[in-house]
C-alpha cells in the first residue's frame, strides 16, 4: 500500500506563472489536507477536502489559491500568478475518515516550491 | 481557536543523553495531541499521538509523551538519544470534528557526537 504521493517533489516558477500541485492519498483514504510550511515556520493548515467537496479553506489565502479532488484522480492545489512569497514546502496528508479527530493523517513527502 | 507553542528554536544534545521536547497548547476542550518527526528535506512521520486514557503515551523510535492537562503540555521524552534522532520536530493539536491540525514552529534537535 503506497504512502501519500505527492509530485513534483520540486517545482520552480517565474513569478507570474501557474503551479499545480498534486496529492495521491493513500488507498482507500477520501479524505486530503493541504498545508503550508514556510521556511523556519511550521506547517499551517490551507484546506481540507472530501472527494469534489471543499469541507474547510479556512487557511486558503482569498486570491490566487484554489485546490480540488475529483471523484477521479489526484488531488491538486494550484496558485496563480505565483509570487516570490508563495515559495514553500506544501505538504498533502490524506486520512480514511475525516469526522473523527482521532483519526490519524498520513503526510506526504511536500512539494517545494521556488518562485524565481 | 487552537495554538500550540515549542518554546525550544533548537537544542543541542549529546548522544547518549536524555532528551525532553516542550509543547504547550492552548485549547478549550479535550485536546487531540500529536508529535511529528521531519527528517530534512522529507515529509512528517507520526511518532505518537494522545487522545484519552493513559497520559503517558509510548510511541515509535523509543519516544514516549506525557499529557499534563493541569499545565497544558504535552511533552516529548526519549531516554537516550542517538544521532539518527537528529530532526526538525513538530508537536500539533486537534480539535473536535474533522478540523486541520493546528503545528508548534518546531524545535531543531541537533545531536553531539
Known amino acids: 500500500n503506497a504512502g501519500v504521493m505527492q509530485n513534483p517533489r520540486h517545482l520552480v516558477r517565474r513569478r507570474g506563472q501557474e503551479a499545480r500541485l498534486r496529492c495521491s492519498p493513500m488507498?482507500?483514504?477520501?479524505?486530503v489536507y493541504w498545508y503550508r510550511q514556510l521556511p523556519e515556520e511550521g506547517l499551517k493548515f490551507m484546506v481540507y477536502l472530501q472527494k469534489e467537496n471543499i469541507i474547510d479553506e479556512s487557511g486558503m489565502p482569498k486570491e490566487r489559491f484554489s485546490a480540488e479532488f475529483p471523484k477521479e484522480g489526484p488531488s491538486i492545489l494550484r496558485i496563480q500568478q505565483v509570487v516570490r512569497g508563495d515559495s514553500a514546502a506544501y505538504f498533502c496528508?490524506?486520512?480514511?475518515?475525516?469526522?473523527?479527530?482521532?483519526?490519524?493523517?498520513?503526510f506526504g513527502q511536500g512539494t517545494r516550491l521556488t518562485v524565481v | 481557536a487552537q495554538s500550540v507553542t515549542q518554546p525550544d528554536i533548537h537544542i543541542t544534545v549529546s548522544e547518549g543523553a536524555s532528551l525532553e521536547l516542550r509543547c504547550n497548547y492552548s485549547?478549550?476542550?479535550?485536546?487531540?495531541l500529536f508529535w511529528y518527526v521531519q527528517s530534512p528535506g522529507q515529509g512528517l512521520q507520526l511518532l505518537l499521538k494522545y487522545f484519552s486514557g493513559d497520559t503517558l503515551v509510548q510511541g515509535i523510535k523509543g519516544f514516549e509523551a506525557e499529557f499534563k492537562r493541569s499545565q497544558s503540555s504535552f511533552n516529548l521524552r526519549k531516554p537516550s538519544v542517538h544521532w539518527s534522532d537528529a530532526a526538525e520536530y513538530f508537536c500539533?493539536?486537534?480539535?473536535?470534528?474533522?478540523?486541520?491540525?493546528?503545528f508548534g514552529k518546531g524545535t531543531h534537535l541537533i545531536i553531539q557526537p
Open positions: 496528508a490524506s486520512s480514511p475518515r475525516g469526522n473523527s479527530p482521532n483519526t490519524e493523517a498520513f
Open positions: 500539533a493539536v486537534r480539535g473536535g470534528g474533522a478540523d486541520g491540525l493546528t
Open positions: 488507498k482507500g483514504h477520501s479524505h
Open positions: 485549547y478549550g476542550a479535550t485536546p487531540y
